[in-house]
């Protein structure tokens, strides 16, 4: 549909998105019709503080002088954070807050929008939204998260609406907090926490906030709202000083994640809450409304057509929405598992909070406050001067001297199975570079358990002897760095192309297959893979016997540390999930039974292995797909590896099945090693999108991980652990530059980019 400039446009919903695009609509062209239906009264609001950050107001301030100037007075500013927990109070400071009533910006928008002509419909039902959408224009729905307009065009918008786990209630305070306050109660029905900050002067937002079971065990879902408020005040009674709580609307509820996969319909167009929500923890609802808000009145000022502008309003905002709500899910899920992080050192729990969303990080943090950044890492053992990620770390007898780990990654370059001088090259590089550690790809355990014809393999002397000039090379020229094997099969995902000649798709020449074997006679690709057969009894004695006899030569060519794969969907990790373990002997059925031959392959591992050599094994943690393993699956996956004696789980997920669903993101897959770490009490490998040395840095030193893998920063720069030291000025014993590598230790100079600025400018 081509859809002409809109003249005549009507807002539903007289929230702060509804109302500031209105005004600033009508500040760009006073001709424009414009009309705001709101169901409540004009003070009528739910809550009562609102933050906004820097580049929010900076926003403002260009777009319209008037609000930001009405609105620089009415803010209250802090800088502070303070975290208390079993009587400890850890203050960080440098974050610079803004915030100010609701109900009063409700006020400044309304009377901007009063000012500029626009008709405001109070206590008023706005008409159906096909009415609204055939009389006007542009119909800009700003009517939250429950949204009508929504639920009318569902089929177009195709919302995604997810509740989640806790039940928090919106108060207030009549005193002002002098920091961002977070306080954790450890009570008897469970663990329970508020949010505070100031708003005003003399007023305080205060949110309680529980897991659902804990708020029902406390006999909040049979108390009214007064009741509730008075159990809240006498609960956070120390962070309150003794003074009172008081509600406005409030109730319990719990939180909607509401994602839609179109933002515009027609002349119809979703803001704010309709179209997006983010968890209150990292204080973006409003913020993000106001900036739906300043995007849509700039595309429909720039673009020819309405069309255009909504499309290109959509493709502005959905990313930066995309990556808040990353960061909310992050935090909403931190505070839905705080139980997890109670027993953490005092310090290292508040670096944790602080920046359990990623949006803060260990560099950001120690910009912000450096003496509160430098006492973390005191407590976590940094030596004076040291990153977290130069810090030493032990399994079994093996002593990492830093925590970087050089993924595992196929390289589909080994002859029958036999690594060459590309693999040499692309370890030793890699040795050199820095990491604590560095991982082969999947070696594979036979010629049928090869993913590929260039996989590389550990069933033939050659392949033992190739291996130790590789392992030698690195013990010898990078003394310090680690170099541990990754042994696997590859079950139903064998007999493929290279992965440049087309990933997961089967050889061209029919002729040069080979027979595939898995858990279950299930396809990776249904109508295009081959159905493997299902393992028996004999075979599975023949596949364990391959996996000590490589696991010995491994030990043999002297690798630190092996590593078992059961990941990825190859074969050990086929019997591990239900979506492809369908056996109904005693290797299938429960998750008991489908652990039973990775166990067994393991205990056979490990006990043809040295015994102070460490033994890790990757997972998937999820399948990414509906009926697969869970991440409570996980943990008891993890548990049972761990008593059978691994040191450390790899921490993977997914590529199990080819209908997954991943969630991809920044560190998208560290949560699931979190949560192994802390419920299994294993030490843990976090992968997954972890790309810069202060993601690791803020990993390790939040608790969240142990060991970080990265494989494409590694194929992006084989020295990325030396240049991470170099970039944080780090020369001490966590790294180590080769000697010939010496001179090239600091970042090279660069050409002037820029020119000098004329000192003088004079009229033309």
């Known amino acids: 549909m081509t859809l002409t400039k809109a003249r005549k446009i009507a807002v539903v919903g007289g929230g702060p998105g509804g109302l500031y695009a209105a005004a600033l609509l009508k500040r760009l062209d006073p001709a424009r019709e414009i009309t705001v ?47 208390v927990h079993r009587g400890a109070r850890h203050t960080s400071g440098g974050h610079g807050f803004a915030a100010l009533g609701r109900r009063r910006l409700l006020e400044i928008l309304q009377g901007r929008c009063r000012q500029l002509g626009v008709d405001l419909r109070f206590r008023t039902e706005a008409p159906p939204a096909a009415e609204l959408s055939a009389a006007y224009d542009l119909v ?55 949010h505070g ?31 509730s408020v008075e159990r809240s005040a006498k609960v956070f009674s120390d962070a309150l000083g003794g003074r009172g709580l008081k509600s406005n609307n409030s109730s319990w509820v719990t939180f909607r994640t509401v994602v839609n996969d179109r933002w515009s319909h027609g002349n119809c167009v979703l803001i704010g809450d309709a179209a997006h929500t983010a968890h209150f923890s990292i204080g973006s609802g409003t913020k993000l409304a106001v900036e739906d808000a300043l995007a849509l009145a700039a595309c429909l000022h720039e673009h020819p057509t309405t069309g255009a502008a909504l499309k290109a309003y959509e493709a502005e905002r959905r990313p930066v929405v995309a990556s808040t709500q990353r960061a909310a899910r992050a935090s909403l899920e931190w505070f839905e598992e705080l139980g997890r992080y109670l027993d953490q050192p005092p310090r290292q729990f508040a670096f944790n909070l602080l920046t359990r969303s990623r949006r803060v990080t260990h560099d950001n943090l120690r910009l912000r406050d450096a003496r509160f950044t430098e006492s973390v890492e005191r407590e976590f053992g940094c030596p004076e001067g040291t990153p977290p990620m130069f810090t030493p770390f032990a399994l079994r007898g093996l002593r990492l001297r830093n925590r970087v780990v050089v993924s595992p990654m196929d390289m589909y370059s080994a002859v029958d199975g036999v690594p060459g001088d590309f693999h040499l ?58 170099i541990g094997v990754q042994l696997g099969h590859s079950g139903r995902k064998g007999s493929t192309k290279l992965m440049w000649e087309g990933i997961d798709e089967p050889l061209p020449d029919p002729d040069d297959n080979w027979p595939l ?23 599975l004695e023949e596949i364990r016997e391959e996996f000590t006899s490589a696991a010995w030569r491994a030990a043999r060519a002297g690798f630190d540390l092996l590593e078992l794969h059961c990941a990825h969907g190859y074969l050990l990790s086929g019997f591990l999930s239900p979506l492809t373990n369908r056996r109904t002997d005693a290797y299938g059925g429960s998750l008991e039974g489908r652990l039973r031959f990775p166990l067994e392959v393991f205990d056979a591992v490990r006990g043809v292995w040295p015994d102070d050599r460490p033994m890790t094994v990757r997972i998937s943690a999820t399948d990414w797909a509906e009926g697969g393993t869970s991440a409570d699956d996980a943990v008891a996956i993890a548990r049972a590896f761990a008593a059978h004696g691994a040191d450390a789980i790899d921490v993977s997920t997914g590529q199990v099945v080819a209908e997954e669903r991943p969630a991809y993101g920044r560190s998208y897959q560290v949560p699931y090693a979190d949560r192994i770490r802390g419920e299994a009490g294993v030490p843990v490998i976090s992968v997954g999108a972890i790309s810069s040395w202060d993601d690791v840095n803020s990993l390790v030193l939040a608790g ?5 893998a990265l494989a494409r920063p590694h194929l992006y720069d084989p020295n990325w652990t030396l240049h991470a030291a170099a970039e944080q000025g780090y020369t001490g014993p966590g790294v180590v530059w080769p000697e010939p590598y010496l001179a090239g230790s600091r970042r090279p100079q660069t050409g002037r980019l820029d020119a000098p600025r004329p000192r003088l400018v004079l009229p033309g």
């Open 517 to 539: 074997v898995a858990a279950s006679p299930i396809p990776y690709k249904p109508g295009v893979s081959q159905t493997p057969a299902e393992l028996t009894a004999a075979q």
């Open 37 to 83: 239906w709101e169901r409540n009264a004009p003070h009528d609001t739910f809550g009562f503080g609102v933050v906004l950050s820097d580049e929010t107001l900076g926003g403002i301030e260009h777009a319209d002088p008037v609000v930001y100037a009405s609105l620089r007075d009415e803010f209250v500013r802090w800088d502070d954070i303070d975290i």
């Open 197 to 227: 900050y100031p708003y005003s002067d003399h007023e305080s937002t205060v949110i309680i906030e529980m897991r659902d079971e804990v708020w029902r065990a406390a006999g909040f879902d049979e108390m009214d709202v007064r009741e």
């Open 140 to 194: 800009i729905a700003a009517d939250g998260v429950r949204s009508r307009t929504r639920e009318t065009y569902a089929d177009a918008f195709r919302p995604h609406i997810e509740e989640h786990r806790n039940r928090y209630i919106w108060l207030a305070a009549d005193f002002a907090f002098d920091a961002f306050r977070f306080e954790i109660a450890e009570t008897e029905h469970g663990v329970m926490q508020m």
């Open 704 to 708: 969240r991980t142990d060991l970080c």
């Open 425 to 482: 090259v692309h370890l030793g590089a890699r040795a050199l570079g820095g990491a604590g550690l560095v991982m082969t790809e999947m070696v594979c355990v036979s010629p049928r358990g090869r993913i590929t014809p260039g996989c590389a393999g550990l069933y033939t002397p050659e392949q033992a002897a190739a291996w130790r000039r590789i392992v030698e090379f690195v013990h010898t020229r990078a003394p310090g760095t680690a």
